[in-house]
């Protein structure tokens, strides 16, 4: 007996040690492997590099349209990084190209020099003064910054992307950012394309490719001036205006040589282009859209503020049991801070026992100031009925569903919702919740591909002030649900999509008619100008037990099977490289 436990602590001795080793050389491996781009590049692109098999897939392929890449050359921009621009087109797998350089005509003849011997017939020096587009010949044109590289595969996966959706008129793709001779770093893993992504910013400039059809009609009709003239972001606007046939390519097809962060990793501040910003104004003129167009709090990104039209009644509807303290914040954060003038509330009241809650009922019905009204459902709790039984009862042309749990702090926080969702194309409208101690609760939700079943609120958790990935904490987004926590949707669109699905009587309910509306091609969107706290569950409480957690298995399992065409692949308003690690929004790979 003696000698076996002196054998086991041997072994305890022994193994210790390998497991505290083993311990850390994981956390290290997770820091310095795992977690760095170099290792995503080395993951997923190690098959893009192997030339021969891009060469023979693309010779199965049906079309192989050439493709004319366009790059405008300022003065005195001749430098080795122009050089490298150069070596980085020679390289493409794809050999049907064609490349017109602009430059200044004093330069012509030292950018020649550039110019290697064998690829003279593909490369067309020009001057500004010449860029005619009815003068290419590629079917589609791709526009290339000088400095800036094209990884070798690009050109291939974009003849394929074309092959595969032949209608496409526009492609973009992913992009991340490269110094000195091939150091690569600061990915940008983008998501497919909508228009109210594209109005807080302009993430469709790299790598870009667009029917030279649609360029050329474009320059001719509505512009009248050569392409180069036009500006980057006025050409993508005039672009999606005319067609929603945009693909978007999820590969890092292009690689920048404008930096975005500084040193420590925090974004370099710089001045909004007014180019930019005019050619936004002008789109939204073009759409006849009310709006305007501000400041962002992030660099190379505006705020639209859509104007409300009228002045419609809001119906916002919250469900209650008992815990007047909790409601009573929350109706008077309503009152004291709502700047709109034309709304109504329905507290539909479930069950209460407390007799505080029906004096402060009583007491509500005595305020002038009180613009709404208690109504009784005596059934069962079960969300979705309540709420679709209370808009019913509403005479709101907009109905806004939020939580007894919440509080305002944005004044203007139903104009800010309600310009959104008067907008024709708009379903849902979410907004930036917070929990008090200032961290993020909501800034929208969607699929994890990485965690089955799930549905995951994004950087939940985090400080409320962090940008997020690309900042898109700080922009109008589109997603695939936002929470009912605070929800905001036309009733007409209400109704055609369903409802609430009552089978979902606790969760998953807001998921459910956010797909509903997907489906009927109205988008949700998710506002970070709107801000509240969420005194999370302080009502209902978590789901902790091992019934609530069966339950809500039970509930996405119910979700998958009305959705499987939906749920179970990648959320389509996400990258695939893009995950929720540690609550927060980043990609599998990124130190």
């Known amino acids: 007996m003696k000698s076996s436990v002196i054998q086991s602590i041997k072994q305890w001795r022994i193994l210790l040690p390998l497991k505290t080793i083993k311990r850390i050389l994981h956390a290290w491996l997770l820091e310095h492997v795992l977690k760095t781009y170099w290792y995503w590049i080395l993951r997923h692109e190690w098959q893009f590099f192997r030339k021969w098999t891009f060469q023979k897939a693309t010779a199965s392929l049906q079309q192989h349209p050439i493709i004319t890449l366009i790059t405008n050359i300022e003065k005195g921009a001749a430098t080795d990084s122009l050089f490298r621009t150069i070596r980085s087109v020679s390289r493409q797998y794809y050999p049907d190209w064609e490349w017109y350089l602009f430059v200044d005509s004093e330069e012509l003849q030292q950018l020649a020099g550039y110019i290697p011997a064998q690829l003279r017939h593909k490369i067309h020096l020009l001057s500004h003064t010449e860029s005619n587009a009815a003068t290419w010949s590629g079917e589609f044109s791709a526009f290339l910054s000088a400095g800036d590289e094209l990884a070798p595969f690009a050109l291939s996966e974009v003849v394929k992307t074309i092959n595969v959706n032949p209608q496409a008129c526009v492609v973009y793709s992913d992009e991340d950012h490269i110094r000195g001779k091939r150091t690569r770093y600061d990915p940008w893993f983008k998501p497919h394309f909508n228009i109210y992504n594209l109005r807080s910013g302009n993430y469709l400039e790299h790598f870009l490719v667009i029917k030279t059809n649609l360029v050329q009609k474009i320059v001719a009709q509505e512009v009248k001036r050569q392409i180069l003239e036009i500006h980057p972001y006025d050409l993508i606007l005039r672009c999606v205006e005319q067609t929603s046939d945009v693909i978007h390519i999820p590969a890092v097809l292009y690689h920048s040589r404008k930096a975005r962060l500084d040193s420590k990793g925090h974004p370099i501040a ?68 709502t700047t709109y003038p034309n709304y109504e509330i329905i ?53 806004l569903f939020l939580n007894n749990d919440i509080e305002v702090i944005t004044p203007q926080w139903i104009e800010e919702m309600l310009g959104l969702a008067q907008q024709p194309d708009v379903g849902a409208v979410g907004v930036k919740l917070c929990f008090p101690d200032g961290r993020l609760q909501h800034a929208g939700a969607g699929f994890d591909r990485y965690i089955p079943d799930s549905v995951y609120h994004f950087a939940q958790g985090v400080d409320g002030k962090k940008n997020g990935y690309y900042g898109i904490f ?42 509903q509306l997907l489906q009927k091609k109205w988008f949700n969107l998710f506002t970070p100008y709107a801000e509240l706290v969420h005194h999370e569950s302080l009502s209902r409480g978590y789901d902790t037990n091992s019934i609530q957690i069966q339950r809500a298995k039970q509930d996405f399992s119910k979700l998958k099977i009305k959705w499987k065409d939906f749920v179970v692949p990648a959320d389509p308003f996400l990258s695939p490289y893009l995950r929720f690690e540690q609550y927060s929004l980043d990609f599998f790979g990124q130190k």
Not at 273 to 300: F, G, K, S
Not at 480 to 506: H, P, R, W, Y
Request: proline share 6%; glycine share 4%; with cysteine.
């Open 347 to 399: 507290i539909a009241e479930n069950n209460s026992q407390t007799p505080e809650i029906f004096t402060y009922y009583e007491e509500l019905k005595g305020r002038s100031n009180f613009p709404g009204q208690i109504l009784c459902w005596d059934s069962p709790f079960n969300y979705s009925a309540i709420n679709n039984w209370a808009a019913e009862q509403s005479s709101g042309e907009y109905l």
């Open 270 to 337: 710089s001045t909004t282009n007014p180019l930019d910003e005019l050619a936004l104004r002008n789109h939204l003129e073009r759409m006849h859209i009310q709006a305007d167009v501000l400041p962002n709090d992030y660099p190379d990104s505006f705020r639209v503020h859509y104007a409300v039209q009228g002045s419609p009644l809001v119906s916002i509807i919250i469900p209650n049991k008992d815990q007047r303290p909790i409601l009573q914040r929350c109706i008077d954060s309503i009152l004291e801070k």
């Open 474 to 515: 700080t922009k109008v987004n589109t997603y695939s649900c936002v929470t009912a926590a605070c929800l905001m949707v036309n009733k007409q669109k209400f109704f055609q999509a369903g409802k609430f699905d009552e089978i979902f009587s606790i969760d998953l309910n807001d998921v459910d008619l956010c797909l």
